[in-house]
């Protein structure tokens, strides 16, 4: 099993940034993918950005040069840098990693994240 605590949503002002963060604990040897999802009112859920352990990135395109995910293996955290934020940016964050053997999925709690002037 594989726990996921986000933090570090809240409100920030249209062009601001926030950082988030995800701590794993649990089998995290066994995790080989972990991203983050969002899911606005009314919107299916959107895979934002993701990194393998390996260090490979990939970013939906229109977070691209505004978000940067990182990964901390010796702290079994992950992040998301996000910058220049943007109205449509808001929704709830979800930390999600996948274990490489089995393929289960585990998800976070979620973190609202609002763009707001």
């Known amino acids: 099993q594989v726990q996921l605590v986000e933090s570090g949503g809240g409100l920030a002002q249209p062009g601001g940034s926030l950082r988030l963060s995800c701590v794993a604990s649990g089998r995290t040897i066994s995790i080989n993918f972990m991203g983050w999802y969002r899911q606005a009112l009314g919107l299916q859920r959107e895979l934002v950005a993701s990194?393998?352990?390996?260090?490979?990135?990939n970013y939906l395109d229109s977070v691209k040069g505004r978000f940067a995910i990182s990964r901390d293996n010796a702290k079994n955290t992950v992040y998301l840098q996000m910058s220049s934020l943007k109205p449509e940016d808001t929704a709830v964050y979800y930390c999600?990693?996948?274990?490489?053997?089995?393929?289960?999925?585990?998800w976070g709690q979620g973190t609202q994240v609002t763009v707001s002037s």
């Open positions: 990194i393998t352990s390996g260090g490979s990135t």
């Open positions: 999600h990693a996948r274990e490489s053997i089995t393929g289960l999925n585990y």
